[in-house]
Structures are given as structure tokens and as C-alpha cells.
């Protein structure tokens, strides 16, 4: 079965399900302990549920989310452009939010992703292909070539001798149960 609605809080009489499962989404819905609390519900007594968040950043990261911060709605700078701030920014931030929300045993897993461009304008491609739209677009068009360039210099002063850009993302993966 595959139903379509808000994943900020879903219909009543969803599920039961064994595992629920949310990939780099849940510091995008407005309130994140709502959904999960709503989630928690579609989830049978002693289920799992699995997410990702990002975690540690690379600097160079931190230096090309600088560029867009200065133009960002208050509600987008979450964990993934700000840092530290909010649950998101640590283990124990999402252990209190997952414990708030009435799960338990939450376990925290950390990997590395490693993206790779041949050229600036390559990540530029990139980050128009996925939820990084939303913060190109959040700069006013006339200042798009400003913001642009800000960046390129940024990614060709840690491009490596191949001529690569490689930023690395740590991702956490954070696994949890419903009561039994």
C-alpha cells in the first residue's frame, strides 16, 4: 500500500507498522516532535523506527552554507546550516527529541559521506538538484552571481591537486523502539 500525505502529522488509523523509516527529512517539517509523536502512533508496540540527520561538518561545508545564510528565512536554518543549534545539532539533542516524542533505546550511528565534483560548476549543478534549491532560491536573483562566485572561490581554494572538490558529510543514523 502506498498512501500520499504530510508527514508533519499523519492520518489517523496509519499503520501499524513494524518500522518506520525517515531519510534527511524530519529537520525539514515544521515542528519535529509533533511528527514524531504522530509517527510513534503509526508504529506497533516494540517497533523501530529509523532516521538520518546530518551530523559533523565539514569546514568547507560550514564555509559554502555561510555564503547562503545571509539570505535564509529564519525557518530554514536548521542543524544543516547552523551548526549546533536545536536538537539536531547533537546525539543527545535527538535523544531528548525521540525520548520527548515517547520512544526508547535510542542508538546513534555515524558514517561518512564523501561528495566528489570535477569542478565548481559541478557542485553548482549539484546543489540545484536536491533541497539546496531552496537556498539558492531564497537569494534575490540579482544577487545570485555574487553568491555564486562567494562560493566558487570557496570550493577552488579546497579543490585538491587532482583539481577535485571532495566535501565530506558525516550522517547519523539514529534507530529507536516504541514501547513494548
Known amino acids: 500500500d502506498v498512501a500520499l500525505m504530510d508527514a508533519s502529522v499523519l492520518e489517523p488509523g496509519i499503520g501499524p507498522f513494524d518500522l518506520a523509516v525517515a531519510s534527511l527529512v524530519l529537520f525539514f517539517l515544521p515542528d519535529p516532535l509533533t511528527a514524531l509523536e504522530s509517527w510513534r502512533t503509526a508504529v506497533t508496540a516494540g517497533g523501530r523506527i529509523g532516521l538520518t ?28 546550516t547552523s551548526g549546533s543549534k536545536g536538537p539536531f545539532g547533537s546525539d543527545a539533542g535527538m535523544t531528548a527529541l525521540l525520548e520527548s516524542a515517547g520512544f526508547v533505546d535510542v542508538v546513534h550511528t555515524p558514517f561518512d559521506v564523501e561528495a566528489r565534483f570535477d569542478s565548481p560548476q559541478r557542485w553548482e549543478a549539484f546543489s540545484w538538484s536536491h533541497g539546496q534549491r531552496a537556498m539558492w532560491e531564497s537569494i ?17 581554494r579546497i579543490r585538491g591537486e587532482d583539481g577535485e572538490v571532495r566535501l565530506r558529510q558525516q550522517v547519523r543514523v539514529t534507530t529507536a523502539r516504541t514501547p513494548a
Open 53 to 80: 540527520t546530518f551530523a559533523a561538518r565539514d569546514p568547507a561545508w560550514v564555509e559554502l552554507d555561510d555564503v547562503f545564510t545571509p539570505f535564509l528565512p529564519r525557518d530554514m536554518l536548521d542543524a544543516r
Open 140 to 156: 534575490p536573483e540579482d544577487r545570485r552571481p555574487v553568491a555564486r562566485q562567494a562560493a566558487f572561490d570557496v570550493l577552488h
